[in-house]
């Protein structure tokens, strides 16, 4: 992989990281064992009771081996790439031939329904053909090559085929010869940002300067005045209101005059994303800035306590500033993925343990709750609040499912969970000549390199559970190198030790919530971190009005919830003291093995004194005690009412 001025470490290939066990690896065994193979049947339709995908099919017809109409929002393409794109992943982790034969399956259909000039796109070729390139608001087909290229970049790191890569560059020649600023072509960018983050994967991969330089394009037009948007008459939607203006698409202004983060949370979050990546590749210290701004105006002041991103459900949108309601919160899934792709790559700009923690945030509360424990529900929204009947019956509330579903009329969430945490081995390290830097605590087996050098990491650790993280590191050949320990801040009191020898004080050797050990490593080293991971009360700033008057329950990086199956119904009713303290247990039988926290609390406060709807105020308080399980659990056992956020007394 290159590397730039601006990158001061490369994350590790996923093939390099073998997720081995702990918390993660029957995650991402399901993913594959289970996952994958579920998703390729919904989306040939061999499901009984999901939403009909029609996705395989559309490609099917589009290449003439099948005839019908197209089926499906104009994106469902990226459905079959994004699936690609998992199975890819997994096929790192479990080499399975069913998957393997699937993938070349869509790989071949995707390769026969593309047009002899290079275009693949099933709507615009079944459904609409001659409109091609006029509808950039909301025709997705930017984001379809984009996944299809992100597809084709993990389909030939997992296999050495360069099949689909072979189609995507025939794609990217038509779609850079269509798009951009010369003469005859057309002066417009991605509505749905994507493009951008697989044009930078495909510049890494090939070397070729075209597809940075339409990168660069792409990323500097957006947002240039008049806008080209506004003539599409899909401009607005079907709303034509202002949550569907400009803002909408991160194009109220170009990028470098963007300090709030607005519209969009998933097309924010990409287009910030590969922002990034542009930053990487470039060095560009102007757009660094600017991309800061937007980094702090979401994780200061718009993002949930779980990662989630995009609170307001019309526009799926980001709102004002701490404008952060919790059973209306909008917070999908693949907008914390986004977050997590965008925090990915400030890490290997600039390591900061507060980015670090931003994506640790997002990955174990609101990506993983979009998942169910048996891995074949998702959640769409991620609300940190839900009363059952009111969001059945409430217009406010519609995009709130009760409970996961099997799958989506837009079903752009399940494959991007499934892509992400089969990925997950690379999000663990990055490394450049010197350093070895450690993000995740995850239990795996790694080979780094370091220059010309390569170290063995054999990472043991049960978090976020336990509070230990043990480390083998073996270097090829004895040498002077860096590791880099992310500390997250809600261990307290971390401890360190190199061959079981402790430091004493660790505080001169961590900078920006990196603990930087330098010495000359000789093979058979051992490096034991130790955390305090306490059941803690989180507040939020005063100024989100949802939460004043309530706390949150996290211990490490785990955000935790009520349930009424565990502490009965009107979960409003039920008051935790301030001094009252907090119970952790391991819970093997329950949720698949979680940490639970439990303590007393009260029931109640004023009433009515009648015993009517209102009357005269009275006193009527009861102690009980509580449960909370993690946030990301949720909902796995009975729907019922859910609450993150608990009065607080
Ligand atoms: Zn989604």
């Known amino acids: 992989m290159k590397t730039s001025a601006a990158r001061s470490s490369v994350p590790v290939a996923l093939a390099d990281v073998q997720v081995t066990g702990g918390f993660w690896a029957p995650r991402v065994r399901q993913i594959a064992e289970l996952v994958i193979p579920h998703q390729w049947d919904v989306l040939n339709d061999r499901i009984p009771g999901a939403e009909k995908s029609h996705a395989v099919e559309n490609f099917r017809i589009a290449s003439g081996q099948s005839h019908g109409t197209f089926h499906g929002m104009r994106f469902q393409d990226s459905d079959v790439a994004k699936w690609i794109e998992a199975a890819s992943y997994s096929l790192h982790a479990v080499r399975r031939a069913e998957t393997q034969r699937a993938i070349e399956e869509a790989v071949d259909l995707i390769a026969a329904a593309q047009r002899p000039d290079g275009y693949v796109n099933t709507f615009f070729t079944i459904a609409e053909p001659g409109k091609r390139w006029t509808d950039f608001s909301h025709g997705h087909e930017l984001y379809c090559a984009g996944h299809l290229a992100e597809a084709a970049v993990a389909y030939l790191e997992a296999t050495g085929s360069r099949t689909l890569l072979t189609v995507t560059e025939k794609y990217l020649a038509h779609i850079e010869s269509v798009i951009g600023p010369g003469e005859g072509q057309v002066r417009a960018y991605s509505g749905h940002p994507e493009i951008e983050i697989a044009l930078a994967r495909v510049y890494r991969l090939t070397g070729e300067e075209k597809h940075l330089r339409f990168l660069r394009y792409l990323i500097e037009e957006r947002g240039s005045q008049p806008s080209f948007l506004r003539k599409e008459p899909t401009f607005g939607y079907v709303f034509k209101d202002k949550w569907f203006d400009l803002s909408y698409h991160q194009a109220q202004a170009p990028i470098r005059q963007q300090h709030s983060a607005e519209g969009h949370a998933v097309r924010a979050m990409y287009l910030f994303a590969s922002v990034a990546d542009l930053v990487i590749e470039t060095g560009d210290q102007a757009l660094q800035r600017a991309m800061d701004d937007l980094w702090k105006s979401v994780t200061t002041a718009r993002m949930y306590v779980t990662g989630g991103v995009g609170s307001h459900a019309h526009g799926e949108r980001l709102s004002v500033d701490f404008d952060l309601p919790n059973h209306r919160a909008y917070s999908e899934s693949c907008a914390s993925i986004g977050l997590i792709f965008w925090a990915h790559r400030l890490l290997q700009i600039t390591p900061r343990g507060s980015v670090g923690d931003v ?25 940190l609040a839900v009363a059952p009947s009111e969001a059945r019956s409430r217009e406010d509330l519609k995009h709130v499912a009760t409970q996961r579903q099997r799958w989506f009329g837009t079903a752009c969430c399940p494959t991007n969970i499934a892509r992400l945490l089969a990925s997950l081995g690379s999000y663990v390290y990055s490394t450049n000549a010197d350093c070895a830097f450690v993000h995740l605590f995850v239990e795996s087996d790694a080979v780094l390199r370091l220059g010309d050098r390569h170290v063995s990491i054999r990472q043991r650790t049960g978090y976020p559970w336990a509070e230990s993280v043990h480390l083998d590191v073996n270097p090829d050949r004895p040498s002077d190198f860096t590791l880099a320990v ?42 034991d971190i130790g955390f305090s991971l306490r059941a803690e009360r989180i507040a939020a700033d005063p100024r989100v009005r949802a939460d004043r008057g309530r706390i949150a329950l996290q211990r490490g990086p785990v955000v935790y919830c009520l349930e009424e199956v565990d502490n009965g119904e009107n979960l409003e009713d039920i008051v935790l003291p301030r001094e009252a303290p907090l119970q952790s247990d391991h819970r093997q039988d329950l949720l698949g093995g979680v940490v639970t926290i439990s303590g007393e609390a009260r029931r109640g406060g004023s009433r009515p004194a009648n015993g009517g709807l209102y009357g ?5 308080i009861s102690r009980t005690s509580f449960t909370a399980v993690p946030y990301f659990a949720w909902c796995n056992r009975v729907p019922g009412e859910m609450t993150v956020w608990v009065r607080e007394s």
């Open 359 to 383: 994506l640790e945030r997002a990955l174990y509360n609101c990506v993983l709750a979009g998942i169910s424990l048996s891995g074949t529900e998702y959640f769409y929204s991620n609300p």
């Open 486 to 527: 992310r500390i997250p801040t809600w261990c307290y009191s971390p401890t360190a030790a190199v061959n079981r020898t402790p430091f004493r004080d660790l505080r001169p050797f961590v900078r920006d919530g990196y603990l930087f050990i330098r010495r000359r490593w000789t093979g058979g080293e051992t490096l």
């Open 616 to 620: 005269p105020a009275v006193a009527s």
